[in-house]
């Protein structure tokens, strides 16, 4: 028991340290080529970076106009933001922290599939933050390898995983969501009950917030942790909730 303490204590004190330390992107390799689809650059702004001396940081917006039915951002080092609203394109800032060499961003649409991410050339510092506006329907997957992902306002199915950082999101009414941490919290608060969620934090808390008008079959394991459940709940129910953490405690409550 005090070795799995130690060892979420160690872990925990990287998800802190993760925000600071920009190191540890991918480096070498090919980007993908720029999509031929419709994209405005809107601005490209360079600036020296404040929080590590020595870094440089760049930010770059556009926009994709053709027709997107799921995003993909894909973050090596940086947060991730991720908001739903009524327009029909996708809007990207996307900023860069380096120390020597500016990381390759590429943007990929593949059908109506589009898909940002980066590369870096081998340095100290090197990250990738993004910030999305996507329509309110579309999918949406996210990953960071060490950032934090926030999402809001979606209404498609959701895919959200953080090696080291923290998922918060809010405002969800997509009919599956799976949210997945390594070392870091999940909290999320739905509008309309999903078909399906899936939790998992291996060293984190799990914070639910569901409709309380309806049942839900749960399933709900805090293995060094206490599980609380505060929703009604059925067996027959096909709105079906599954959250697990190795070190930390659950909480799934019925909202107003």
């Known amino acids: 028991m005090h070795r799995i303490r130690r060892a979420a204590a160690g872990v925990l004190g990287g998800v802190a340290l993760g925000g600071l330390v920009l190191t540890g992107c991918q480096s070498g390799g090919s980007a993908s080529p720029p999509s031929p689809a419709p994209a405005q650059v809107t601005t490209t702004s360079p600036s020296p970076g404040l929080s590590v001396p020595g870094t440089h940081r760049s930010a770059t917006s556009y926009r994709i106009t053709s027709p997107v039915s799921t995003v993909v951002v894909i973050s090596h080092v940086g947060n991730i933001t991720v908001t739903g609203g009524g327009g029909a394109s996708v809007s990207v800032t996307q900023q860069a922290t380096y120390s020597k060499t500016p990381p390759v961003t590429t943007r990929t649409l593949s059908g109506k599939t589009l898909t940002v991410t980066y590369t870096c050339p081998s340095q100290l510092v090197c990250a990738v933050a993004y910030a999305l506006q996507v329509p309110r329907d579309v999918a949406v997957q996210a990953q960071a390898d060490a950032g934090a992902v926030r999402l809001a306002d979606l209404a498609g199915n959701v895919t959200a995983k953080a090696k080291v950082g923290l998922i918060n999101a809010t405002g969800l009414s997509g009919a599956s969501v799976s949210l997945t941490t390594d070392g870091g919290g999940i ?12 939790a998992v934090a291996h060293v984190g ?4 917030h569901v409709p309380g008008q309806d049942s839900y079959k749960v399933s709900a394991d805090a293995r060094v942790g206490h599980a609380d459940v505060g929703v009604r709940q059925s067996s027959s129910s096909d709105h079906v909730i599954t959250a697990t953490t190795d070190v930390g405690a659950i909480k799934i409550s019925a909202s107003a």
């Not at 909290?187 to 078909?195: C, I, K, L, Y």
């Not at 808390?205 to 639910?208: G, K, T, V």
């Open 187 to 198: 909290t999320a608060s739905f509008t309309a009950a999903p078909g399906t969620i899936a």
């Open 205 to 208: 808390a799990i914070i639910l």
